[in-house]
Nanobody, 124 residues
Framework: QVQLVESGGGLVQAGGSLRLSCAAS????????MGWFRQAPGKEREFVAS????????YYTASVKGRFTISRDKAKNTQYLQMSSLKPEDTAVYYC?????????????????WGQGTQVTVSS
């Protein structure tokens, strides 16, 4: 079955960096667009970034543009989210997602599979 497993979350001070990983199995990784979403306590899940199947196109929500970088490694069936200049408002559970029908999407319903999430906490 399809599995998306996130790792790399943790506690970091404001201004610091983290790199999240999402290892995919049970699917043809190169056929899927990938995305990252996050959900803070008491808030709805929101889009963070998306990358197309080849890695040639990316899309970010405005609040992370210039600070976060999404990438993927087809040899490792893994996508990444490099997060820099972290702010307390970036604190959330971060989710990995895979989409078979769209090249890039910020809409959660576009995604077919989801990981369990990894907690990112940014202290001030």
């Amino acid at each position: 079955q399809v599995q998306l497993v996130e790792s790399g979350g943790g506690l970091v001070q404001a201004g610091g960096s983290l790199r999240l990983s999402c290892a995919a199995s049970g699917l043809t990784f190169s056929s899927y667009a990938m995305g990252w979403f996050r959900q803070a306590p008491g808030k709805e899940r929101e889009f963070v970034a998306s990358i197309n199947w080849s890695g040639s196109s990316t899309y970010y929500t405005a609040s992370v543009k210039g600070r976060f970088t999404i990438s993927r490694d087809k040899a490792k069936n893994t996508q990444y989210l490099q997060m820099s200049s972290l702010k307390p408002e970036d604190t959330a559970v971060y989710y990995c997602a895979a989409a078979s029908r769209f090249a890039l999407s910020s809409i959660s319903t576009s995604y077919d599979y989801w990981g369990q999430g990894t907690q990112v906490t940014v202290s001030s």
